[in-house]
Nanobody, 116 residues
Framework: QVRLVESGGGLVQPGGSLRLSCVAS????????MAWYRQTPGKQRELVAS???????NYADSVKGRFSISRDNAKNRVDLQMNSLKPEDTAVYYC??????????WGQGTQVTVSS
């Protein structure tokens, strides 16, 4: 069982930056595929970025070049650095942990609002 707690959301102006963090409790963090998803009302949850290791990351086309995902296995933590934010980045952002033998776990979500 993995418990995920996100932090770092908030209100930011277009062009600004935010850094989201997700801390996991439980064992085996380094063996999980970690990811950030986002969801807006009436839409399906979409993958933003995922990470296996610093050299093995994946990004949605809409955030490539603006967002960066990283992980610190010693601290059971995964971060999402979001730069050059746009109003269309407004969403609830969720942290996810997945491995085949354990399944998928979600955090409670953190709201990101990009507005002037």
């Amino acid at each position: 069982q993995v418990r995920l707690v996100e932090s770092g959301g908030g209100l930011v102006q277009p062009g600004g930056s935010l850094r989201l963090s997700c801390v996991a409790s439980g064992s085996g963090f380094s063996s999980y595929l970690m990811a950030w998803y986002r969801q807006t009302p009436g839409k399906q949850r979409e993958l933003v970025a995922s990470i296996i290791s610093d050299s093995n990351t994946n990004y949605a086309d809409s955030v490539k070049g603006r967002f960066s995902i990283s992980r610190d296995n010693a601290k059971n933590r995964v971060d999402l650095q979001m730069n050059s934010l746009k109003p269309e980045d407004t969403a609830v952002y969720y942290c996810n942990a997945f491995r085949v033998i354990s399944g998928s776990f979600w955090g409670q979500g953190t709201q990101v609002t990009v507005s002037s």
